[in-house]
T-cell receptor
């Protein structure tokens, strides 16, 4: 049973556009929701993360929106750039099992000039 | 500061062979874990450890063994390789309250 569901599987956006990736979860015990970015040949790296006590977190061009009642969260990339082309993973974690993340299946983002 | 180091980067095995994927971290992190990444499947947890001498199974543990004798090292053993184990393997570590730090992966092909 997949703990975190992510969509879309792939996304193509024009340079300067907005990229939006969505995730949904069922387990209300999750208390930490990070997004990871992965470039080819590299391991994933933390991009931005949010806890359920806030509805939005912004870091530069990257924003997480969190809807606790709907059990959904999303990543918005404003002014998308070709350098943002990568695979993005959402994830979730329970406080009782620190160090164990449940990942979505990933979204391959391509930003074309 | 090397972070999480995985060796080898690439490996080809024949069905039935065994091998050990190495993982070492120099950040004194308590938690270490192994994930496999397959196209369209995301990152799936194989095994994880909350400290030296303590390990537990993840989502896809069958065919893999782990042990953690030191804080720094967390090797993953394939007992009898199968083509279904062809994948990219990532080791990761964290303090628990810090981000998960990943290595750069081992790409394994089983023929």
């Amino acid at each position: 049973q997949q703990q975190v569901k992510q969509s879309p599987q792939s996304l193509i956006v024009q340079k300067g556009g907005i990229s939006i990736i969505n995730c949904a979860y069922e387990n209300t015990a999750f208390d930490y929701f990070p997004w990871y970015q992965q470039f080819p040949g590299k391991g994933p790296a933390l991009l931005i993360a949010i806890r359920p006590d806030v509805s939005e977190k912004k870091e530069g061009r990257f924003t997480i929106s969190f809807n606790k009642s709907a059990k959904q969260f999303s990543l918005h990339i404003m002014d998308s750039q070709p350098g943002d082309s990568a695979t993005y993973f959402c994830a979730a974690r329970r406080g009782s099992t620190l160090g164990r993340l449940y990942f979505g299946r990933g979204t391959q983002l391509t930003v074309w000039p | 500061n090397a972070g999480v180091t995985q060796t080898p980067k690439f490996q080809v095995l024949k069905t039935g062979q065994s091998m050990t994927l190495q993982c070492a971290q120099d950040m004194n992190h308590e938690y270490m874990s192994w994930y496999r990444q397959d196209p369209g499947m995301g990152l799936r947890l194989i095994h994880y450890s909350v400290g030296a001498g303590i390990t537990d199974q993840g989502e896809v543990p069958n065919g893999y063994n782990v042990s953690r004798s030191t804080t720094e090292d967390f090797p993953l053993r394939l007992l009898s390789a199968a083509p279904s184990q062809t994948s990219v393997y990532f080791c990761a570590s964290t303090t628990g309250n810090s981000p998960l730090h990943f290595g750069n992966g081992t790409r394994l092909t089983v023929t």
